[in-house]
């Protein structure tokens, strides 16, 4: 497979991995306001910290009101995180490496976003919002059932994988990081009220509710939201999941040790953390999340250098 193509897809399960998980976080987001008494601390601005877009989203706005963060993060082409950015990168993306695909992917791909564009065009109409994101979300798991359908076990299929793989873990760390870090007592005596429905929607952000439900089998608790999602090694949206399969799809490429190797760093520190004692602490937490967070750098860095290096035009296209 050449370089240009192995990008190219992988950038494209990326993006579609983004905006599937961008339209989950603001859907849970939106009901947990709803919901949330008006002095709640758990903002709109932890949206936007969360996509880690500070500079860019000050950059277009002066405000961090509703209209805005959402307007951001689903409709913003200026904006690569965007629903509606990362649908068309991937969209581009695609567009070129069309003959590795089947050819229903790629008129999934064109429809949903075209649809998703038909709805919102530059603003956002409130009333429309869950129409549009329930459009995203299915729409991205249509095409993850047709890649799984369809697509023939070759190194296409792989970089696919990997791609979205690696996109997942990044948004759980993020999701995670930020989101709890209103919920973590800093001292024993320091429980807010409604932790259990912020640590809900930490999960629901994450579509694992009722998987942690029936795995825990007890009321959500801080230490063991914490403990399901980093470790949990059955959930597809666990990081220990994703890490383990992203490791096992790299395993099968040609000169993967490099890749293999910043993976299996990665799982061993997830291996020697205590969950517990992260849940006890937001700042370990965060820091740990800093660690990872570098760690998937070298992953992408590893995949970069080892199967994309010296890519000839067209390139991808990456709007990070």
């Not at 497979?1 to 494209?12: F, G, T």
């Not at 008129?107 to 603003?123: A, K, Q, W």
């Not at 009321?219 to 383990?244: K, S, T």
Request: net charge negative.
């Amino acid at each position: 497979m050449l370089s240009r193509v192995a990008e190219n897809l992988y950038w494209m399960a990326r993006y579609l991995e983004r905006a599937e998980d961008t339209a989950r976080l603001v859907r849970v987001s939106r009901h947990l306001m709803l919901d949330f008494p008006g002095t709640a601390t758990l903002g709109w601005s932890s949206l936007i910290s969360i996509s880690g877009a500070d500079e860019i989203f000050d950059e277009y706005y002066t405000e961090r009101d509703a209209a805005s963060v959402l307007t951001f993060l689903c409709a913003d082409r200026r904006y690569s995180g965007s629903v509606l950015g990362a649908l068309s990168a991937a969209r581009e993306n695609l567009r070129t490496t069309r003959e590795v695909m089947p050819r229903e992917v790629w008129e999934e791909v064109n429809r949903l976003f075209l649809e998703c564009s038909d709805i919102f065009s530059g603003t956002i109409d409130l009333r429309r919002l869950d129409d549009f994101l329930r459009v995203v979300i299915r729409g991205c798991q249509a095409l993850t059932g047709m890649l799984d359908g369809s697509l023939s076990d070759t190194p296409a299929r792989t970089f696919c994988a990997v791609g979205g793989y690696l996109e997942r873990a990044d948004m759980i760390t993020r999701i995670l990081d930020v989101r709890s870090a209103n919920l973590l007592p800093r001292t024993p005596d320091d429980l807010t009220p409604f932790e259990n429905l912020q640590w809900m929607s930490v999960l629901k952000s994450l579509s694992a509710y009722q998987m942690y439900r029936q795995h825990v089998r007890l009321r959500v608790r801080g230490p063991d939201v914490v403990r399901f999602i980093l470790l949990n090694p059955q959930f597809p949206r666990a990081l220990y999941r994703c890490l383990n399969n992203l490791h096992r799809k790299l395993y099968t490429l040609p000169r993967s040790t490099l890749a293999c190797q910043r993976v299996t760093e990665l799982l061993g520190m997830l291996a020697t953390e205590d969950a517990a004692h992260l849940a006890d602490s937001p700042d370990r937490l965060h820091a740990f999340v800093d660690e990872l967070q570098l760690g998937f750098n070298r992953v992408h860095e590893a995949i970069q250098g080892t199967w994309f290096a010296g890519v000839d035009s067209p390139a991808p296209v990456v709007a990070d």
